[in-house]
């Protein structure tokens, strides 16, 4: 907002209300900053009059409206999620170090599992990132490596702070 409290920026045009945002009280934040700029919201598709009572009251049932359907959205999602991994189906794009996909369910992969849990052992006992990851590398072991849906290679890449972790 710092280009507007220049006068840089007289219009904000966007295709749809909720591609702005899709939550009210960011929404009311957003055109209070707008007016106390005099920068006029312009949306493609949608008519709105933010100059009268009617037009302000639409906007905002808009903008709930749209933060209500992202909700929606998001807990049919975690619902389809719960569904799938109660029926033992995996349902990402690759698994973690440790487990292997077999018949869209994963399965421990033993020799990684040993990794994983050595990792966890040695890191829960305060040793340091630093020393973790030379060691890997001194050892030649790698982060888990998986071919896309197109066949194209990914991991199988040295260990840092962020794989670590992130096992």
């Known amino acids: 907002m710092e280009k507007d409290k220049r006068g840089l920026i007289d219009v904000v045009v966007v295709h749809r209300l909720d ?9 009311q934040r957003i055109i209070a900053e707008f007016n106390a700029h005099n920068v006029v919201l312009v949306s493609v598709t949608q008519q709105l009059d933010m100059s009268h009572h009617v037009g302000r009251l639409a906007t905002n049932i808009l903008t709930f409206f749209a933060e209500f ?17 109660q029926n033992g189906r995996w349902q990402g794009t690759f698994c973690s170090l440790g487990y292997r996909i077999k018949n869209d369910c994963l399965v421990i992969d033993a020799a990684e599992s040993a990794i994983v849990q050595e990792l966890f052992f040695r890191y829960a006992n305060h040793e340091s990132g630093t020393v973790l990851i030379r ?32 096992c």
């Open 19 to 27: 591609r702005l945002t899709r939550n009210l009280s960011d929404f």
């Open 69 to 85: 359907e992202r909700e929606m959205v998001g807990q049919r999602v975690k619902e389809k999620r719960a569904a799938t991994l």
């Open 135 to 166: 060691d890997l590398d001194e050892r030649g072991i790698r982060t888990k490596q998986w071919l896309t849906r197109t066949g194209k290679p990914r991991g199988g890449q040295p260990f840092n702070r962020n794989t670590i972790y992130y």
